[in-house]
């Protein structure tokens, strides 16, 4: 699965040994593009990524560089779960994940979804507003509250918004099952 990041990210993610392309070359897997941004809390390294068409977004907290460097493990396990709070449906939580083997990354970014992806670091960090440890927040639980926000996309009317929640699972049901195939 192909992920857009930031210059500062792709600097952490070489020190961790991956390639970084500088344009996207492959075809994207089924589930679609992300972009992603490193930002740091309380002292604490957090990745934050965010789904190109359905604005979903995941946020990795406290990670260390040898986290970093299993990265693919860490996102699939936040994904699935993050779907799993959310209550998807198993068979759908399994195709997503399932989309894809391992993560790649280019340098190539959307100013548009960089703009959402930083108002979900900034949600991110609200949760430590009230003196709150960013390493006692629940992960799971945080990445769901950051797909239940309404966000805009460059293009959409003025009162227009999309339910990143809401717009993955529609996301989800599109693509064919394990047994399936696309027509």
Same mark, same amino acid.
């Given at each position: ?66 986290? $970093? !460097? ?9 994904? +699935?779960?993050? @779907? &799993? =709070? ?66 805009? $996309? !460059? ?9 990143? +929640?809401?717009? @993955? &699972? =529609? ?13």
């Amino acid at each position: 699965m192909r992920i857009h990041i930031t210059k500062k990210l792709a600097e952490k993610l070489k020190k961790a040994g991956f390639e970084i392309a500088d344009s996207a070359e492959e075809q994207p897997s089924a589930l679609g593009d992300w972009h992603a941004n490193i930002t740091t809390i309380q002292r604490r390294q957090c990745l934050v990524f965010t789904h190109d068409q359905t604005r979903f977004s995941l946020a990795l907290i406290g990670m260390t560089q040898k986290e $970093i !460097k299993e990265l693919t493990f860490w996102f699939s396990d936040m994904l +699935a779960n993050t @779907m &799993l =709070k959310q209550g998807y449906p198993v068979e759908l939580m399994e195709r997503a994940v399932s989309s894809f083997s391992e993560l790649s990354f280019d340098t190539q970014c959307s100013r548009s979804v960089q703009g959402t992806l930083r108002n979900m670091i900034w949600d991110l960090e609200s949760f430590t507003w009230d003196g709150t440890q960013i390493t006692d927040l629940a992960p799971y639980s945080i990445s769901a509250s950051l797909c239940e926000r309404p966000c805009s $996309i !460059k293009g959409m009317r003025e009162l227009d918004c999309l339910w990143p +929640a809401k717009e @993955m &699972l =529609k996301l989800l049901e599109q693509l064919p099952g394990p047994h399936e195939t696309l027509h």
